[in-house]
């Protein structure tokens, strides 16, 4: 039987980041032929280097990380800190969708699914920096996504948090009983989501099922943000 990503070749940066790891393991199981790029992109000749090395992408990934210095009041952040999770998150977006939508327009099929964050969906103090750049994010998508839609291109993003995975719930926060309880106080659902389960809606929106999704932030949080 044939798998649904059979055929596919799909690049997923900063691959032993965040959801990398279950994005490579869900996207190979199926059969695509993964790129699993680890390379840092934090300037506009590296990110063309990771889109031309990889030749032909049926699939792009935009799996981003960055520290979210939670805890620190708008007043109190540095200015190296605001600058650096831009870079982790924002500007590496553009340039990596930049290079690699020309050739999905000209053969008028392709998918792009960014790994962003509920949090801009939902208002938090003490995570300014974080929100506003995962904000850009979703505004960027919602603005790119209609821009290329013509085109038969789709771009989304999955608003995630409350997700298993090294970057934001390392093992040690997971023995916390503070956090315990307040996971279970703010999530509807009383627990995080599996690595899989947030991979699947990547495989989603990668396959032909999800071509009238345009431009979508699209929560995955337990009911956190709705």
Same mark, same amino acid.
């Given at each position: 039987?044939?798998?649904?990503?059979?055929?596919?070749r799909?690049?997923?940066?900063?691959?032993?980041?965040?959801?990398?790891?279950?994005?490579?393991?869900?996207?190979?199981?199926?059969?695509g032929?993964?790129?699993?790029?680890?390379?840092?992109?934090?300037?506009?000749?590296a990110?063309?280097?990771v889109?031309?090395?990889?030749?032909?992408?049926?699939?792009?990934?935009?799996?981003?990380?960055?520290?979210?210095? @939670?805890g620190?009041?708008?007043t109190?952040?540095?200015?190296?800190?605001?600058?650096?999770?831009?870079?982790?998150?924002?500007?590496?977006?553009q340039?990596?969708?930049?290079?690699?939508?020309?050739?999905?327009?000209?053969?008028?099929?392709?998918?792009?699914?960014?790994?962003?964050?509920?949090?801009?969906?939902?208002?938090?103090?003490?995570?300014?920096?974080?929100?506003?750049?995962?904000?850009?994010?979703?505004? @960027?998508?919602? +603005?790119?996504?209609?821009?290329?839609?013509?085109h038969?291109?789709?771009?989304?993003?999955?608003?995630?948090?409350?997700?298993?995975?090294?970057? @934001?719930?390392p093992?040690?926060?997971?023995?916390?009983?503070?956090?315990?309880?307040?996971?279970?106080?703010?999530?509807?659902?009383?627990?995080?989501?599996?690595?899989?389960?947030?991979?699947?809606?990547?495989?989603?929106?990668?396959?032909?099922? +999800?071509d009238?999704?345009?431009?979508?932030?699209?929560?995955? +949080?337990?009911g956190?943000?709705?």
């Amino acid at each position: 039987m044939t798998s649904r990503m059979t055929g596919k070749r799909i690049l997923i940066t900063r691959s032993q980041d965040y959801m990398g790891p279950a994005c490579v393991e869900m996207f190979s199981k199926e059969g695509g032929d993964v790129i699993a790029d680890e390379s840092d992109l934090n300037t506009e000749a590296a990110c063309r280097k990771v889109i031309d090395d990889a030749g032909h992408i049926d699939v792009l990934i935009v799996n981003l990380a960055a520290p979210n210095h @939670y805890g620190v009041l708008v007043t109190d952040l540095a200015e190296e800190d605001w600058l650096q999770t831009f870079e982790l998150l924002v500007h590496p977006l553009q340039r990596l969708v930049k290079h690699a939508l020309p050739p999905m327009i000209e053969r008028r099929k392709g998918k792009i699914i960014v790994v962003g964050s509920a949090t801009p969906l939902r208002p938090m103090g003490r995570l300014s920096a974080y929100s506003a750049a995962r904000g850009a994010q979703i505004s @960027y998508v919602k +603005s790119v996504g209609v821009e290329v839609a013509r085109h038969n291109v789709q771009v989304n993003l999955i608003a995630q948090n409350w997700v298993e995975n090294p970057a @934001y719930y390392p093992p040690e926060l997971m023995e916390n009983e503070k956090f315990l309880k307040n996971l279970k106080d703010q999530v509807p659902l009383g627990r995080l989501a599996k690595p899989e389960e947030d991979a699947a809606l990547a495989l989603f929106l990668a396959g032909e099922e +999800s071509d009238f999704f345009v431009g979508q932030a699209i929560p995955f +949080s337990g009911g956190w943000a709705n």
